[in-house]
C-alpha cells in the first residue's frame, strides 16, 4: 500500500480525517467568539488590509479580514493569552507534529506563520514558495485546519494535484508583482494543463501541502456562511528561511516557544512595513 509519505511527495498533499478532536475545537470557537469577536476594542493583525485596526464583521456576525499570525497576537496584548494558547493547541497538535515528521524527511519543524478565518477571502492559487520558503527550495508544510464542516457555499479551498513538481520559470517583473505571477497561474489552470480539486472538508479535518503545490480558495458563494480555519506554515528547524525560491534571500528569524515549539515571531504585530510583497486585493474572490 503507498505510504502517505509517498502520497505527499506524489500529489503533493495528503488529507488527515478527523485528525483533530472536535471537542478541543469547539472549546477554542468559544473563547474565540468571546475573547476576540464579542470583546471590546480589538485590534489585531489584518491579513487582508495588511495592517494593524478593529475589527470589522458582516451582517451574519463573522470577522471579515482574517487575522494574520494568531500565534503572535497575545506578544502585544497579555488579554489574549488563553485564546491563543488554545489556538496553539490545535496548531501545534502533537497529531500535527507527527504527521509532519511522517510525510517529510525531517523530525523538528518550526510554526512560521498562521492565520485565523472565520470566512473566506477567496485566496487566488499560488505556490507558497512565490511568498516563502526553505533553503534547500521546496520543503514548507502548508497546513489547513477545518474548524467547522465547510459548505461549498462558503467557499472552499482547494489544491492542484502533482502541481508540486512544476518549477515555474519567472521573468524578473514576475518575481517582483505578485499579479503577474497570479496571472500566470491562472492561465495555466485555464489551459486545464493542471486540475483543481476541491475536497469536502469536515471539522477536524486536515489537509498538509507543500510550498510547490498550487492551491487557494473558490469564491464565496453566500455570506451567510462561515469557514472558520487555521492555516499554518511549518519549516524543518534544521533548514534556513527564505524570502522566495526566486531570490533565496536568508531571512533573520527570532522565535518564542510555546509548550517546547518554536514559533516564530512575524513582523504582523510591529507596526512596521512588510519587507515582503503585498499581495493585491484585486486577484481575490474570483476563482
Ligand atoms: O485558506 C485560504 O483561503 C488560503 C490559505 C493560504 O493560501 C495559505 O495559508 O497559504
Redesign the pocket.
Known sequence: MISLKQKFENNGFVIVRSLINKKLISSFIDIYNTDFLNSENNTYAKMNSQSIGKKKVNKYGYLQDPIADIHCLSLNNKKYNNFVNKSLDIILNKKILKTLEKINSFQKHNLMMS?M?DQ????PP?Q?WYYLDSLPNGNIT?V?IALENIDYKAGK?FVVPGSNKMILKLKKDEVKKPDLYEKKIKLLLKNKKYKIFVPNLKKGDVLFWNSGTI???KKTVNNKFSRK?F?A?FLPSKLKFVTNRYENKIRRVEFFKYKDQYCRITNSYKNIKKKSFKRSLNSFNKF
Do not use: I
Not at 473566506?120 to 485566496?123: A, E, K, P
Open positions: 492565520m478565518f473566506n477571502v477567496g485566496t499560488h507558497d502548508g489547513w479551498f492551491h487557494g480558495s480555519s492555516t506554515h
